[in-house]
């Protein structure tokens, strides 16, 4: 059984940092991209960032290019998503998730390619 649990969250001022950690547990980790989304209130869920299996390469939603950065520490069942100049609208539930396929050629923003999802950790960042 495949377990993710986010942890991380928490309230910042605009212009402030949060590193959010997703600790994997179950399966085999270093074979599979590691996606975050996040979703705000009455929003769909959306891509944040992706990095796939071997750590080598990232990909990033438009909101995340230059301010967030995804890493990922194979030894630790571990993928990371640091977040610096924090802005309101980046306020949501932040969920980390694994690629259903084992390791894909390429990368998927598309949320329906992530099948194993932890719970969420809420960022709220007030301005």
């Known amino acids: 059984q495949v377990q993710l649990v986010e942890s991380g969250g928490g309230l910042v001022q605009a212009g402030g940092s949060l590193r959010l950690s997703c600790a994997v547990s179950g399966g085999t980790f270093s074979r599979y991209a590691m996606g975050w989304f996040r979703q705000a209130p009455g929003k769909e869920r959306e891509f944040v960032a992706t990095?796939?299996?071997?750590?080598?390469?990232?990909y990033y939603g438009d909101p995340a290019k230059g301010r967030f950065t995804i890493s990922r520490d194979n030894a630790k069942n571990t993928v990371y998503l640091q977040m610096t100049s924090l802005k309101p609208e980046d306020t949501g539930v932040y969920f980390c998730?694994?690629?259903?396929?084992?390791?894909?050629?390429?990368?998927?923003?598309?949320?329906?390619?992530?099948?194993?999802w932890g719970q969420g950790t809420q960022v709220t960042v007030s301005s």
């Open positions: 990095i796939i299996w071997s750590g080598g390469r990232a």
């Open positions: 998730a694994r690629d259903r396929n084992m390791r894909r050629f390429g990368y998927s923003a598309i949320k329906e390619d992530y099948d194993y």
